[in-house]
C-alpha cells in the first residue's frame, strides 16, 4: 500500500516546522507506524553523510532520528549549499553536481528536479506507511510560487493536507496566518486543512479569543497551541536560531569556558551540541558581536567557503586574537574548515571556493591544504593517535563520524596526525586524519561528531578542567549523547502530542485514530 502523506508548511521561515515534522515522526512511530520524513529542496550548510557517502541536509537527519530509521538522500534529494548571496553548490540524490545561480537554478533546472523529486517521493511511499512532508520558507512568496518545488508544487504532487504552522513568540502570528492564505490560489488554500500556533507562552485559556478570531477569518481549525518547550533540545535546522541562549550551568566544581567561531559560512554546528550538553561547560559562539574573551578552548568550526571564512577572521581581529590566546597557552581546535584555516597555506589553483588562488593561514599547524573538485563525503571509524595535552588520556579512544569536504591536506615531515580512520564508507582503512602541534595545544580534524563519542569528550573537557586547576569529573554513563537525544524527542512527542488534535491529524491521513502503543 503506497504510504499516508501529511505535509507542514509554514507562514515564514524560522517558525518551527522542522521541530514539528520531527514531533510527527516519533509520534507515529510510537503509534506503531512505518514513517520517514520528506524535504524536497533544503538550503542549509548543516548537511550529513549517509551511509552509502551521500550527502543531506541536516535536518531530515535529525527527523530520521525521530522515526528511527537510518537517514537516506531521497529523505531529502535537493540541498542547495550557499556559496554566495545568489549562487548555491547543488547536491542532487547525495552527490554535487556543481555551483548554480539562483536564476539559473530556478528558471532552467527546476523541471529536472521536479522528477528528481517525483522520483525520490515515490520510492519513500513504496517502503513507509506515512510520510511526512516539511516545506520551506512560506508557500505566499509570490515571487517564486510559478517555479518553487518545495511547498505548494510538492503538495498537489503528493496529494496531501498542509498543516500551516506560526511563530507566535516573534509576534504577528495571526497576521502571518491570514495573510499567507490570502496569498495563495483558492486550489492551494482548500489544500490546507488546519493550523499550529507554534511557540506559545503563557496563560493559553487568554489566546483562546485568538484561535475563535482565526477560525472564524480563515474558516481552518486550530489544530493546537504548541507551547515554547524548554528542558531539553532538538537539533537546530540550518542556522543558529537567535534565541539561543548560553545555559548558565555552573556546577558545585567549577566550569569551562568554549569559545566557537561564529563564520559567516559556519557549517555542520549541531557538532557542538553534545558539549553545550554538558553540565561543566559553558559554550559560547563569538564573532557575531559576542568578545572573544579568555576562554579555556578556542574552537574553529567547518565552513562552506573557508578562503572567505579565513578573510573574515583577520579582517574581523579574530584571527590576532586567536594567535594571542595561543601564545598564552589557550588551546585550539580546528574541525574541517576550522582544521585547514589552522595551517600554513590554503591553495585553491581551480577556483574550487573561491577566486582567491592562494591564502596564508594561521600557522597553527605545520600543514597544507589544496582545494580540488572532487568532494570526499564518507561516514568513517577511527581512533586517536594523537598526544599532548588536549588528547592526554585520550590515545586510542573510538571515533565515528563523518567526512565532508573538497580539500586534501598534507602534513609537512615531523607533524602528527590526530586520528587514524579504520574504517570509511564501510570499507577497512588505515588512513591518518588531522594533525597535532608540537606542543600538543591544537589539533585538527576532517572528521565532524567527534565530540559525540563520550569517552572522547569527557577525556577532553577534563584535560581542560585540570589545565584550569579544577578536579577532573567521570563521565555521565546515566545517559549517552544517542540516548539523551531519544530522550528528548520522547519529549518533543509528549509536547506535541499533548497539543495537537492528533484524532484531527490521523482523520486527515485517512487512518483510523490511534492512541499511543
Same mark, same amino acid.
Given at each position: 500500500?503506497?504510504?499516508?502523506?501529511?505535509?507542514?508548511?509554514?507562514?515564514?521561515? /524560522?517558525?518551527?516546522?522542522?521541530?514539528?515534522?520531527?514531533?510527527?515522526?516519533?509520534?507515529?512511530?510510537?503509534?506503531?507506524?512505518?514513517?520517514?520524513?520528506?524535504?524536497?529542496?533544503?538550503?542549509?550548510?548543516?548537511?550529513?553523510?549517509?551511509?552509502?557517502?551521500?550527502?543531506?541536509?541536516?535536518?531530515?537527519?535529525?527527523?530520521?532520528?525521530?522515526?528511527?530509521?537510518?537517514?537516506?538522500?531521497?529523505?531529502?534529494?535537493?540541498?542547495?549549499?550557499?556559496?554566495?548571496?545568489?549562487?548555491?553548490?547543488?547536491?542532487?540524490?547525495?552527490?554535487?553536481?556543481?555551483?548554480?545561480?539562483?536564476?539559473?537554478?530556478?528558471?532552467?533546472?527546476?523541471?529536472?528536479?521536479?522528477?528528481?523529486?517525483?522520483?525520490?517521493?515515490?520510492?519513500?511511499?513504496?517502503?513507509?506507511? !506515512?510520510?511526512?512532508?516539511?516545506?520551506?520558507?512560506?508557500?505566499?512568496?509570490?515571487?517564486?510560487?510559478?517555479?518553487?518545488?518545495?511547498?505548494?508544487?510538492?503538495?498537489?504532487?503528493?496529494?496531501?493536507?498542509?498543516?500551516?504552522?506560526?511563530?507566535?513568540?516573534?509576534?504577528?502570528?495571526?497576521?502571518?496566518?491570514?495573510?499567507?492564505?490570502?496569498?495563495?490560489? =483558492?486550489?492551494?488554500?482548500?489544500?490546507?486543512?488546519?493550523?499550529?500556533?507554534?511557540?506559545?507562552?503563557?496563560?493559553?485559556?487568554?489566546?483562546?479569543?485568538?484561535?475563535?478570531?482565526?477560525?472564524?477569518?480563515?474558516?481552518? =481549525?486550530?489544530?493546537?497551541?504548541?507551547?515554547?518547550?524548554?528542558?531539553?533540545?532538538?537539533?537546530?535546522?540550518?542556522?543558529?536560531?537567535?534565541?539561543?541562549?548560553?545555559?548558565?550551568?555552573?556546577?558545585?566544581?567549577?566550569?569551562?569556558?568554549?569559545?566557537?567561531?561564529?563564520?559567516?559560512?559556519?557549517?555542520?554546528?549541531?557538532?557542538?551540541?553534545?558539549?553545550?550538553?554538558?553540565?561543566?561547560?559553558?559554550?559560547?559562539?563569538?564573532?557575531?558581536?559576542?568578545?572573544?574573551?579568555?576562554?579555556?578552548?578556542?574552537? !574553529?568550526?567547518?565552513?562552506?567557503?573557508?578562503?572567505?571564512?579565513?578573510?573574515?577572521?583577520?579582517?574581523?581581529?579574530?584571527?590576532?586574537?586567536?594567535?594571542?590566546?595561543?601564545?598564552?597557552?589557550?588551546?585550539?581546535?580546528?574541525?574541517?574548515?576550522?582544521?585547514?584555516?589552522?595551517?600554513?597555506?590554503?591553495?585553491?589553483?581551480? /577556483?574550487?571556493?573561491?577566486?582567491?588562488?592562494?591564502?596564508?593561514?594561521?600557522?597553527? &599547524?605545520?600543514?597544507?591544504?589544496?582545494?580540488?573538485?572532487?568532494?570526499?563525503?564518507?561516514?568513517?571509524?577511527?581512533?586517536?593517535?594523537?598526544?599532548?595535552?588536549?588528547?592526554?588520556?585520550?590515545?586510542?579512544?573510538?571515533?565515528?563520524?563523518?567526512?565532508?569536504?573538497?580539500?586534501?591536506?598534507?602534513?609537512?615531515?615531523?607533524?602528527?596526525?590526530?586520528?587514524?580512520?579504520?574504517?570509511?564508507?564501510?570499507?577497512?582503512?588505515?588512513?591518518?586524519?588531522?594533525?597535532?602541534?608540537?606542543?600538543?595545544?591544537?589539533?585538527?580534524?576532517?572528521?565532524?561528531?567527534?565530540?559525540?563519542?563520550?569517552?572522547?569528550?569527557?577525556?577532553?573537557?577534563?584535560?581542560?578542567?585540570?589545565?584550569?586547576?579544577?578536579?577532573?569529573?567521570?563521565?555521565?554513563?546515566?545517559?549517552?549523547?544517542?540516548?539523551?537525544?531519544?530522550?528528548?524527542?520522547?519529549?518533543?512527542?509528549?509536547?506535541?502530542?499533548?497539543?495537537?488534535?492528533?484524532?484531527? !491529524?490521523? /482523520?486527515? &491521513?485517512?487512518?483510523?485514530?490511534?492512541?499511543?502503543?
Amino acid at each position: 500500500m503506497k504510504a499516508k502523506v501529511i505535509m507542514v508548511q509554514g507562514t515564514a521561515s /524560522h517558525v518551527g516546522k522542522s521541530v514539528l515534522v520531527a514531533a510527527l515522526c516519533r509520534i507515529f512511530v510510537q503509534d506503531g507506524y512505518r514513517v520517514a520524513p520528506f524535504k524536497s529542496q533544503n538550503m542549509a550548510l548543516n548537511s550529513f553523510v549517509t551511509k552509502d557517502g551521500g550527502e543531506m541536509g541536516r535536518a531530515q537527519v535529525v527527523q530520521a532520528e525521530a522515526a528511527c530509521v537510518d537517514p537516506s538522500v531521497d529523505m531529502n534529494p535537493i540541498l542547495l549549499k550557499p556559496t554566495g548571496n545568489a549562487s548555491s553548490q547543488v547536491v542532487v540524490l547525495g552527490k554535487p553536481i556543481g555551483n548554480l545561480s539562483a536564476q539559473h537554478y530556478h528558471l532552467d533546472y527546476g523541471p529536472k528536479a521536479l522528477k528528481i523529486i517525483e522520483g525520490a517521493l515515490s520510492r519513500l511511499r513504496k517502503a513507509y506507511d !506515512i510520510i511526512v512532508i516539511e516545506g520551506a520558507g512560506s508557500p505566499a512568496e509570490v515571487n517564486l510560487q510559478k517555479n518553487e518545488i518545495v511547498n505548494m508544487r510538492i503538495a498537489r504532487m503528493a496529494d496531501a493536507p498542509v498543516l500551516l504552522a506560526a511563530d507566535i513568540d516573534k509576534g504577528g502570528a495571526l497576521a502571518s496566518v491570514v495573510g499567507t492564505l490570502e496569498l495563495i490560489s =483558492p486550489e492551494d488554500r482548500d489544500r490546507v486543512k488546519g493550523i499550529i500556533i507554534n511557540k506559545f507562552r503563557g496563560d493559553l485559556s487568554l489566546f483562546q479569543p485568538a484561535v475563535d478570531f482565526l477560525e472564524q477569518k480563515t474558516g481552518k =481549525p486550530v489544530l493546537g497551541v504548541v507551547p515554547y518547550f524548554q528542558g531539553f533540545r532538538v537539533q537546530e535546522e540550518d542556522t543558529i536560531s537567535e534565541d539561543r541562549q548560553v545555559a548558565e550551568q555552573v556546577t558545585e566544581s567549577g566550569h569551562v569556558e568554549v569559545a566557537v567561531v561564529h563564520l559567516p559560512h559556519i557549517s555542520n554546528f549541531t557538532d557542538f551540541d553534545p558539549l553545550e550538553d554538558e553540565p561543566d561547560v559553558r559554550l559560547n559562539y563569538i564573532g557575531r558581536g559576542n568578545r572573544l574573551g579568555k576562554p579555556d578552548l578556542v574552537i !574553529i568550526p567547518g565552513s562552506k567557503n573557508t578562503i572567505e571564512d579565513l578573510y573574515f577572521l583577520k579582517r574581523s581581529g579574530l584571527a590576532d586574537g586567536i594567535l594571542r590566546l595561543k601564545r598564552e597557552g589557550t588551546p585550539v581546535i580546528g574541525i574541517c574548515g576550522g582544521f585547514q584555516m589552522l595551517g600554513r597555506e590554503l591553495n585553491d589553483p581551480d /577556483h574550487t571556493e573561491s577566486e582567491i588562488p592562494r591564502i596564508e593561514g594561521l600557522g597553527l &599547524l605545520d600543514i597544507s591544504t589544496t582545494f580540488y573538485s572532487e568532494k570526499i563525503t564518507s561516514q568513517v571509524e577511527a581512533e586517536v593517535v594523537g598526544e599532548g595535552h588536549l588528547l592526554n588520556g585520550a590515545r586510542g579512544c573510538r571515533i565515528t563520524g563523518y567526512e565532508i569536504h573538497m580539500g586534501r591536506t598534507e602534513l609537512a615531515a615531523g607533524t602528527n596526525p590526530a586520528f587514524r580512520v579504520n574504517k570509511s564508507s564501510g570499507r577497512e582503512v588505515s588512513a591518518p586524519d588531522g594533525a597535532v602541534s608540537g606542543d600538543g595545544l591544537v589539533f585538527g580534524t576532517y572528521i565532524h561528531g567527534i565530540f559525540d563519542e563520550d569517552q572522547f569528550r569527557r577525556c577532553l573537557i577534563n584535560n581542560l578542567r585540570r589545565k584550569k586547576g579544577l578536579e577532573p569529573l567521570s563521565i555521565n554513563s546515566s545517559m549517552t549523547a544517542v540516548e539523551q537525544r531519544n530522550r528528548d524527542f520522547d519529549k518533543l512527542a509528549a509536547v506535541v502530542r499533548g497539543s495537537l488534535d492528533m484524532d484531527k !491529524i490521523y /482523520h486527515l &491521513l485517512g487512518l483510523p485514530e490511534h492512541s499511543q502503543q
